[in-house]
């Protein structure tokens, strides 16, 4: 099995995760059943990351670390996994701030009196 597919492969679904919950945050006011589908995409991007790195794991394990080259990779993905997670992770908080904000002007007009 090719290693560095592994590393390409996660990182790269989670550049799509943090590229499709962009969008959902752009439409989340314009388009918001835009928005809710390019969530759903986010995610599945991220259960594909999250699968691909539980097999890359499984496969270090079965190793038992004696290869240099593996446990550089490992460390590798470890690094673009979690650096990329807290960002999808900050995305998601923006999102749900947008979606908040999104319900609160539809509840109240903008020309109406909304008391402090």
């Not at 969008?23 to 759903?40: N, T």
């Not at 290869?67 to 996994?81: A, G």
Request: a negative charge; hydrophobic letters at 30%.
């Amino acid at each position: 099995m090719n290693i560095k597919y592994f590393k390409d492969q996660i990182c790269d679904e989670l550049d799509g995760a943090c590229d499709y919950l962009k969008k959902s945050i752009d439409y989340s006011v314009s388009k918001p059943k835009w928005s809710a589908c390019f969530e759903r995409m986010a995610d599945m991007e991220q259960e594909h990351a999250t699968s691909l790195y539980k097999m890359f794991m499984e496969l270090y394990t079965e190793s038992e670390g004696k290869d240099s080259y593996m446990t550089q990779m490992r460390d590798s993905i470890m690094e673009c996994f979690s650096t990329k997670m807290r960002k999808i992770e900050d995305l998601k908080a923006t999102h749900d701030i947008m979606e908040h904000k999104a319900a609160q002007e539809s509840k109240y007009p903008a020309d109406m009196y909304i008391p402090e």
